[in-house]
């Protein structure tokens, strides 16, 4: 528990505001909550306080400050912030972002998450631009990534979201199938939308391979210092926050040079601990605060069960992988030695990333149907709860309230008590 208050520290979010869902993985960028008493049981009609009909699929999570709720939105050609009323459902505002919305196979251009301070929200979209709101609906600024740096050269769209630390946004740009422009990192002034810093980040991943849907994250050295983890392109690489300066890098993610691999579950840090999955073998994990090459003087443990979509989450004793088929392995966090493997939860594909909170873990299919899981070292399936629509968002939590995405709603499941 000491860790998780430090981490909330650094993205400088009160303690005392952990019943917000600030971007997509929660306060502590791990699919991680503190809350309890969460609900465990529900339908498309049964324990849903409110749902709000959705224009369309997404990927991004909604994210919650408050009483607000902030939804990157596709409808038709149009790309939209979205603010609701979380106590009823009801838009506020929406806000323009783009044009140019586009179906690139299951993803469309709202897929990354947005990500707020409780003062301002930012919000990425797979065309490129990158805009600021206050809460009030006030544009602030606005940045056309494509314009300036050039076209995103990804094969299914870009889909990484901001990460929000101190004051400033890091956003990743890792590409390569449809371009031979170089990979990069951006770190961007929060209030001013200025580059603070560009720095590229090569790769000799080939074809299709380069191609990164990860959302940078944070590591703890020993040390205690802290650096910026950017995961994809056949390697996962630690950087410098204040100069973008790449620190260490450890590849291995791709030992047959295999052209498809691009990567879409992003990286996971508990500590100094960086998990990197890849696509499905090896997700290898590595202590954070190297120099150099790495690959083999830094790793700790390897495992050939990773998932392809779906990133993983631990408990701080155990680390638990669902794949995209829904078949979850646990390992002890450490030392990745199985505790239970191979056990399948309800068939079907899995895109979301699981959740765990209140002692459980919350996994929810394309088909909408979100399975609990009982967390700790015996397998035991708690509930499956289905909406009978098409999900590809991770759920969030708030104020014991569970907040699922579909494409024709977003759902508010359970009744609202502050912890």
């Not at 990567?263 to 840090?269: D, G, K, Q, R």
């Given at each position: 528990?000491?860790?998780?208050?430090?981490?909330?520290?650094w993205?400088?979010?009160?303690?005392?505001?952990?019943?917000?869902?600030?971007?997509?993985r929660?306060?502590g960028?791990?699919?991680?909550?503190?809350?309890?008493?969460?609900?465990?049981?529900?339908s498309?009609?049964e324990?849903i306080?409110?749902?709000?009909?959705?224009?369309?699929?997404?990927?991004?999570?909604p994210?919650?400050w408050?009483?607000?709720?902030?939804?990157?939105?596709?409808?038709?050609?149009?790309?939209?912030?979205?603010?609701v009323?979380?106590n009823?459902?009801?838009?506020?505002?929406?806000?323009?972002?783009?044009?140019?919305?586009?179906?690139?196979r299951?993803?469309?251009?709202?897929?990354?998450?947005?990500?707020?301070?409780?003062?301002?929200?930012?919000v990425?979209?797979g065309t490129g631009?990158?805009k600021?709101?206050?809460?009030?609906?006030?544009?602030?600024?606005?940045?056309?990534i494509?314009?300036?740096?050039g076209?995103f050269g990804?094969?299914?769209?870009?889909?990484?979201?901001?990460l929000l630390?101190?004051?400033?946004l890091f956003?990743?740009?890792?590409?390569?199938?449809n371009?031979?422009d170089?990979?990069?990192?951006?770190?961007?002034?929060k209030?001013?939308?200025?580059?603070?810093?560009?720095?590229?980040?090569?790769?000799?991943?080939?074809?299709?391979?380069?191609?990164?849907?990860?959302?940078?994250?944070?590591?703890?050295?020993?040390?205690?210092?802290?650096e910026?983890?950017?995961?994809?392109g056949?390697?996962?690489?630690?950087?410098?926050?204040?100069?973008?300066?790449?620190?260490?890098?450890?590849?291995?993610?791709?030992?047959?040079?295999n052209?498809?691999?691009r990567?879409?579950?992003?990286?996971?840090?508990y500590g100094?601990?960086?998990?990197?999955?890849?696509?499905?073998?090896?997700?290898?994990?590595?202590?954070?605060?190297?120099?150099?090459?790495?690959?083999?003087?830094r790793?700790?443990?390897?495992?050939?069960?990773?998932?392809?979509?779906?990133?993983?989450?631990?408990?701080?004793?155990?680390?638990?992988?669902?794949?995209?088929r829904?078949?979850?392995?646990?390992?002890?966090?450490?030392?990745?030695?199985?505790?239970?493997?191979g056990?399948?939860?309800?068939?079907?594909?899995?895109?979301?990333?699981?959740?765990?909170?209140?002692?459980?873990?919350?996994?929810?299919?394309e088909?909408?149907?979100?399975?609990?899981?009982?967390?700790?070292?015996d397998?035991?399936?708690?509930?499956?709860?289905?909406?009978?629509?098409y999900?590809?968002s991770?759920?969030?939590?708030?104020?014991?309230?569970?907040?699922?995405?579909?494409?024709?709603?977003?759902?508010?499941?359970?009744?609202?008590?502050?912890?």
């Open positions: 528990m000491k860790r998780r208050f430090l981490l909330l520290g993205l400088g979010i009160a303690c005392c505001c952990a019943d917000n869902w600030p971007q997509w929660g306060a960028l791990d699919g991680v909550s503190k809350e309890r008493n969460l609900p465990v049981k529900w498309a009609t324990n306080t409110w749902k709000l009909p959705m224009p369309a699929w997404t990927g991004a999570t994210i919650i408050g009483e607000r709720i902030f939804l990157n939105v596709a409808e038709g050609d149009n790309l939209l912030l979205w603010c009323d979380r009823d459902g009801k838009p506020l505002w929406k806000k323009h972002i783009s044009g140019g919305n586009i179906k690139m299951k993803q469309n251009m709202s897929s990354p998450s947005p990500v707020t301070d409780g003062k301002w929200v930012w990425m979209t631009y990158l600021a709101f206050d809460f009030q609906g006030n544009e602030q600024w606005v940045r056309d494509q314009k300036d740096y076209k990804l094969n299914w769209g870009y889909g990484s979201s901001p630390y101190e004051d400033a956003v990743q740009v890792l590409h390569g199938m371009t031979d170089p990979s990069y990192v951006l770190k961007i002034d209030k001013t939308g200025k580059t603070l810093w560009r720095v590229e980040r090569p790769t000799k991943a080939i074809q299709e391979s380069p191609d990164s849907y990860t959302t940078p994250v944070l590591a703890t050295t020993a040390a205690k210092t802290r910026l983890i950017i995961s994809g056949d390697a996962v690489t630690g950087h410098d926050l204040a100069t973008g300066k790449e620190l260490w890098r450890a590849e291995g993610f791709n030992l047959q040079n052209g498809a691999y990567v879409i579950a992003s990286p996971l840090t100094d601990l960086v998990f990197t999955p890849t696509r499905i073998r090896p997700l290898q994990v590595y202590r954070a605060g190297g120099k150099g090459d790495v690959t083999e003087s790793r700790v443990w390897k495992f050939d069960n990773g998932p392809d979509v779906p990133t993983p989450v631990t408990d701080g004793n155990l680390f638990y992988s669902i794949n995209d829904g078949i979850v392995w646990a390992l002890k966090m450490q030392t990745g030695e199985e505790v239970y493997g056990k399948r939860i309800k068939p079907g594909t899995y895109s979301a990333s699981p959740v765990l909170a209140d002692g459980k873990i919350y996994i929810t299919s088909d909408g149907v979100t399975t609990v899981l009982k967390a700790g070292p397998f035991e399936v708690l509930a499956e709860n289905n909406i009978d629509e999900v590809l991770s759920v969030a939590v708030s104020d014991g309230q569970i907040f699922l995405r579909g494409d024709k709603h977003l759902y508010c499941i359970g009744k609202r008590v502050k912890q």
